[in-house]
């Protein structure tokens, strides 16, 4: 399968990526080393093994209705969890990409999915001894890039949203530009960085409706002056049109964001 035709996933292991380090530290120590494989895992075990509901999405949703009911009258909660679960076990495939955020750790891994969906209720695998609560459901992973919190690439991927699984907003190219930014050498100078803070601090009148930006990987982006002006930190990408929100001005600096 060609580039073109992967995708790009954000899993959640545990809340908030809690249980990231007990799917991956059974070859050395969390976080592990680039080339290394390791798992991804979700949970909803009531469902069984995923394997069942192959060729019958219908049967899979109606059962997983009566194992995880709605605590209301909509449906729209339950079958949204469904499909997290449906997407895991068949939409995400070989090699298609994976951003995995760890906020407990403060590393986001990203790698390749290995293979299809594994069954886990046996405790093939061994792994869990390690994890503290029902995560059956497992895909195996290569992982390429280990980022931590200080790396500016972190800021840039670590919003997946908040579903346990989700088709990422980034296309393979625009995931690799990202990963592929040298964030050792490359850095503005403290001159543009106080600029930014001016900027951003409301120092400066904007010539039209947005404040322009780049970025230290070669994109640029904009804010619009309505959000500049009640100091929401929304830049909208002016190659891509994705959305990047940062809650704090330095926040938005390590992400590799100056005023253009």
């Avoid at 995923?50 to 049967?59: S, T």
């Avoid at 986001?108 to 999915?113: F, N």
């Avoid at 405790?123 to 609560?133: I, T």
Wanted: net charge negative.
């Amino acid at each position: 399968m060609s580039d073109q035709q992967n995708k790009v996933f954000g899993v959640f292991v545990g809340e908030g990526g809690y249980q990231l380090p007990a799917f991956n530290s059974q070859k050395g120590p969390f976080p592990p080393k680039p080339n290394t494989e390791g798992y991804i895992s979700i949970g909803w075990p009531a469902i069984g093994d995923m394997r069942l509901y192959e060729d019958g999405y219908a049967d899979y949703l109606s059962k997983f209705s009566k194992v995880y009911p709605s605590r209301n009258s909509q449906q729209t909660n339950n079958a949204l969890q469904a499909n997290m679960a449906w997407r895991f076990a068949f939409e995400m495939k070989e090699n298609d990409w994976v951003i995995c955020p760890s906020a407990a750790t403060g590393y986001l891994l990203v790698g390749q999915i290995i293979g299809g969906y594994i069954s886990d209720f046996h405790n093939e695998s061994g792994l869990h001894k390690f994890v503290d609560e029902a995560y059956f459901h497992l895909r195996k992973v290569n992982w390429l890039y280990i980022l931590p919190r200080e790396d500016a690439r972190y800021s840039m991927l670590n919003r997946i949203g908040m579903l346990t699984v989700s088709e990422s907003r980034f296309s393979i190219e625009e995931l690799k530009s990202i990963l592929n930014t040298n964030t050792t050498n490359n850095r503005w100078s403290d001159k543009l960085i106080e600029e930014t803070r001016n900027v951003l601090d409301l120092g400066f009148m904007p010539h039209d409706d947005f404040v322009y930006m780049k970025n230290i990987n070669g994109g640029f982006g904009k804010i619009h002056i309505k959000d500049w002006m009640v100091r929401k930190l929304l830049i909208q990408d002016s190659k891509t049109d994705v959305e990047y929100l940062y809650t704090t001005v330095d926040e938005l600096i390590a992400a590799g964001w100056v005023a253009d």
